[in-house]
């Protein structure tokens, strides 16, 4: 869990030193868009969080079919919550990023990178309660192993290419969109896979 965690800070500080690199307002906008990113994060892992809890006393007792059943119920609450989240922001589009700024440079650099992370935001989703499946089984070994992986495969190359096309603050966001899709993916296969079942 420590080197998942240490693989998270270097690609977002990796991500804000490229943010840097393209001048003030894609910085600035970066940043909003960050905290508010992390903000998301800390809501939709409150389905994870229980779902910790349910997996772990499943599998405590010996049933693997009610940790499936549940696991499957959290995946689909947290997506259809996810959904709702990302319905609030798009329709805010207009409005939400003016609560933080009203600096036109700053808007203007958000305007693409805000729908990558309303995209972002479903397969959060779906992502976080995975995450939290995985968790309650034990399987923290996965879950180390594919986020370093997308970090190297993902996010690092994304946002350096970013850099290297001077695609900006867009390309800064889908090479994190890149890393949050890779994640969803292994996670996916690996819970109907059912090996987490088997590791706890």
């Known amino acids: 869990l420590i080197i998942r965690s240490a693989s998270l800070q270097v690609a977002f500080?990796?991500?804000?030193a490229v943010a840097a690199r393209f001048g003030t307002a894609p910085l600035a906008a970066?940043?909003?868009?960050l905290?508010?990113?992390?903000?998301?994060?800390l809501i939709l892992d409150s389905l994870a969080i229980a779902a910790q809890t349910l997996i772990g006393a499943a599998l405590g007792a010996k049933s693997v079919d009610t940790a499936r059943n549940a696991g499957q119920k959290i995946?689909?609450?947290s997506t259809i919550f996810s959904a709702a989240l990302a319905l609030v922001?798009?329709?805010?589009?207009g409005f939400i990023p003016r609560i933080f700024t009203s600096d036109a440079d700053v808007?203007?650099?958000m305007a693409i990178p805000w729908w990558i992370?309303?995209?972002m935001i479903i397969a959060g989703g779906v992502l976080f309660a995975i995450d939290g499946v995985l968790l309650g089984a034990g399987d923290a070994a996965f879950l180390r192993t594919i986020t370093v992986g997308s970090v190297i495969i993902g996010f690092l190359p994304g946002i350096w290419i970013a850099y290297a096309l001077d695609f900006g603050?867009?390309?800064i966001w889908a090479g994190l969109a890149a890393f949050i899709l890779l994640r969803t993916v292994a996670v996916v296969f690996r819970f109907y896979s059912m090996r987490w079942a088997v590791v706890s």
């Open 89 to 93: 922001f798009a329709l805010g589009a």
């Open 35 to 41: 905290q508010i990113w992390n903000f998301l994060t």
């Open 75 to 77: 995946i689909v609450y």
């Open 13 to 16: 500080l990796s991500a804000a």
């Open 169 to 171: 603050l867009a390309g």
């Open 30 to 33: 970066h940043q909003v868009m």
């Open 117 to 119: 992370m309303i995209a």
């Open 107 to 109: 808007l203007n650099a």
